[in-house]
Every structure is written in structure tokens, then in C-alpha cells.
């Protein structure tokens, strides 16, 4: 296996972290977290277990990229949220920071809902992403990644750790 890019201590003390933030500006509310499917689940769930505060998890799920390591320009919502967002504090909680692009078409549809708030929270940011997240765990440098929730074609999910994903199709081609 190739050398990491992340290692799983560095992923869990920015969880740690992030959910120390999280924690500190939401203590007095119950926020509504919502993942963007499909990479956020496991970062979702490790981050609630370290919240400690009431909080509510819904899902939206927007596709950019296909089966490929390039955005395709457009996004597509395949998943809404349920739950009711009028007057509620809401997270928007994402695996990577990148483009923007999905985020944006994101956002737009939760703030049609009317939310008393919306912030973003990310556990990887690209370098150079525009605009950044509130909260961010680890900044990235350039080159398409995979591990911990994040896939290139569905694959590589299952990783601890965070790699280069042309560190790791080189290892899977041998």
C-alpha cells in the first residue's frame, strides 16, 4: 500500500476538532446537519458521535462527477432534504471542498427552505476553494484523493486513510 496523503490520527483529531467548533457555536440549539451524499457518511457519522450536543442528521445528494476525477460542469440533486428547514440552524457538512460548484447549487436549495442559518462544514479543502468553507479540518493540495467516504468510480471508500487516488490505481493495476 502506498504512503498515505493523510493518516487516520491526522483525520481524527481534525474530526475532534471540528466537532469542538461545531460544539462551541451550537450549544445553545439543536442544529440539522446535512451530508452530501455519498461521500460525507463517514465523516458524518464519526463527527455526531463526537458532537455530544443534540443535533438532527438529514441527506441531499448531488452528483458532479460521474465515474471520473474532473467536475462535469453540472450538478444534479438526485436526493433532497426531508426534513423542514424554516427557522432551523443548519450545517451543511461535506466530505471535500473543491469546486464550489456543487455546493453552490446546494446551498441555493437549502436557503429555499428559509433556515434561520446555514454554514458549511468540510473535513478536506482544496487549496484555492472559493468560497471556503466555515469550518474546514484539512487543507489539500491539488490531485484527485480517495479514502475515508471519498471514491473515484465508487471504489477506494473503505480506506482510513486519505491517498492519492493515481497512487493507489497505480498499486490496483499490478
Do not use: N, W
Request: hydrophobic content about 40%; proline content about 5%; glycine content about 10%.
Amino acid at each position: 500500500m502506498p504512503t498515505p496523503l493523510v493518516s487516520e490520527h491526522a483525520i481524527d483529531e481534525a474530526v475532534r476538532d471540528l466537532a469542538r467548533r461545531l460544539r462551541d457555536d451550537y450549544r445553545d440549539s439543536v442544529p440539522l446537519l446535512v451530508g452530501v451524499l455519498k461521500g460525507s457518511f463517514v465523516f458524518i457519522a464519526d463527527l455526531v458521535r463526537e458532537l455530544g450536543i443534540p443535533c438532527e442528521i438529514d441527506f441531499v445528494r448531488a452528483r458532479s462527477y460521474g465515474g471520473g476525477q474532473t467536475s462535469a460542469g453540472a450538478v444534479e440533486i438526485t436526493k433532497d432534504v426531508e426534513t423542514r428547514l424554516e427557522g432551523r440552524h443548519i450545517v451543511v457538512v461535506e466530505d471535500i471542498a473543491d469546486t464550489g460548484l456543487t455546493m453552490e447549487v446546494v446551498f441555493k436549495r437549502i436557503q429555499a427552505g428559509h433556515p434561520a442559518s446555514v454554514r458549511r462544514c468540510a473535513l478536506f479543502m482544496r487549496q484555492g476553494c472559493d468560497p471556503p468553507p466555515d469550518y474546514v479540518g484539512i487543507e489539500l493540495g491539488p490531485g484527485f484523493v480517495v479514502g475515508y467516504g471519498i471514491d473515484l468510480a465508487e471504489r477506494h471508500r473503505e480506506l482510513r486513510e486519505i491517498y492519492r487516488a493515481a497512487d493507489i490505481d497505480d498499486q490496483d493495476s499490478r
